[in-house]
């Protein structure tokens, strides 16, 4: 079983492609029982994230890892395979090293993904997946973002995904204090966003939820009010400026309810960044002349700001995480002796064993103790010794050098002379 890891990210894969791996959260779990059940999978984690889908795992069948993923999605796996990265042992360590430290995002050095890796470690903990490799994995991996972000400035003057979008509705509205600002949704990438949007003081904030309830934290934190979404089609046309990010599996502001948004706004234009994946907003909805639609990877010129003042910090991560790569790959190739050297003890034991219940039988029949112990150290290690023995003795010319020093190095021979 090797170490493998698979999947698409904002640098292969439009948003559209990507949209059709997402994993739920709910989903997480089930997906992992279905591959280690069905396919030639050891361990498995699975990262699905706005940018990324990922599986990391413990595998010689890299291939059954393709089909599994289009099948769990129902699609062909030609329809993924021109956007999939298959990266194998230092490879994908390297990889999952690099995505930890934030080399690897839209927004270099951005600290959420880090939790976001926490998470899948806690759905393969609960699938029952995570085993040795894939645990020392992510043990590792957490120890080397840690490194690179305490040792380096790769996070300094980043531009997250919810600053972008509050930088993006000032250069179209220029100041937005006049403007009333809804925010779709309540989880982390949503309370990012109205911080960073009521910083710049707008008119008013609303959050739209599927229960008040959930909601209930922002609007207490950013003087807010809220809704359900039920009330979006009424309450769409009172805002300026939109802002989405929900874990819906379907679209939850399509075309239509747009169209009468702008008609009852009498056209004046409405700003939308749609952060989710899969999206909230239908596709459709760009072909309305007074919307301004913008989707995760629209923002990718934004949040590349400030790229060049960091890559002296990216050149020391780099440089980090080479570094922890090469020990990690000790380490595995430490274990993959684990069974030989286990075989190798467990003969010696079988020897052992056999040696001591006969030399017991024959002090028991009151053999002569000096005599037994004598008899069992011998035979002891003439067992021992009898196949190593034999192997150098049958050996061809080609390969008697080599035994030669192998035994000397194993047996330590030249210290005896």
């Known amino acids: 079983m090797e170490l493998l890891a698979l999947g698409i990210n904002h640098q292969t894969a439009p948003i559209d492609v990507r949209e059709q791996v997402v994993f739920s959260d709910d989903s997480v779990e089930n997906a992992l029982h279905d591959l280690a059940s ?28 393709t089909h599994w993923l289009a099948n769990f999605h129902q699609l062909q796996v030609r329809e993924l395979e021109p956007y999939l990265y298959t990266l194998p042992r230092e490879h994908a360590v390297k990889h999952a090293f690099r995505v930890a430290s934030g080399l690897d995002s839209m927004v270099l050095g951005e600290p959420q993904i880090l939790g976001q890796l926490k998470n899948a470690v806690k759905s393969a903990e609960l699938a029952g997946t995570l085993g040795l490799l894939l645990h020392k994995l ?59 949007i009521s910083a710049r003081n707008p008119k008013s904030i609303t ?24 009330e979006l089609p009424e309450q769409l046309p009172l805002h300026d400026i939109v802002v989405t990010c929900t874990a819906s599996p379907l679209p939850i502001l399509g075309k239509g309810m747009m169209e009468r948004a702008i008609k009852k706004r009498k056209h004046r234009p409405i700003f ?3 952060l989710a994946l899969p999206r909230d907003v239908e596709p459709e909805v760009l072909e309305l002349d007074d919307v301004f639609l913008y989707t995760v990877d629209d923002l990718s010129d934004i949040v590349q700001e400030g790229l060049d003042s960091r890559q002296g910090a990216v050149a020391q991560a780099e440089a980090i995480i080479d570094s922890n790569v090469i020990n990690f790959m000790h380490w595995l190739k430490s274990r993959e002796l684990v069974p030989t050297i286990r075989a190798l003890r467990n003969q010696a034991e079988n020897y052992r064993q056999y040696e001591l219940e006969r030399a017991i039988k024959l002090l028991t029949k009151g053999g002569d103790p000096k005599k037994v112990m004598e008899s069992l150290s011998k035979s002891l290690t003439n067992k021992l010794l009898h196949t190593p023995s034999d192997v150098l003795n ?20 030249d210290r005896l002379e």
């Open 38 to 65: 069905h396919y030639a999978v050891k361990e498995a984690a699975i990262v699905s994230t706005c940018n990324r889908t990922e599986v990391y795992c413990s595998t010689d069948k890299p291939e059954e890892v």
């Open 138 to 196: 992510f043990q590792r991996t957490f120890f080397v973002a840690k490194e690179v972000r305490t040792s380096t400035e790769i996070g300094a003057n980043s531009v997250s995904m919810a600053a972008a979008a509050t930088q993006l509705a000032e250069r179209i509205f220029g100041d937005i204090s006049a403007q009333r600002v809804l925010l779709i949704g309540a989880g982390e990438m949503i309370e990012l966003c109205a911080g960073s």
């Open 207 to 230: 959050v739209a939820n599927r229960t008040t309830e959930h909601a209930q934290a922002l609007t207490n934190q950013f003087n807010a009010q809220s809704i359900t979404l039920n």
């Open 272 to 274: 939308m960044v749609d």
């Open 394 to 413: 049958h050996a061809s010319a080609d390969e008697r050098d080599k035994l030669v020093d192998m035994i000397n190095r194993l047996y330590q021979l």
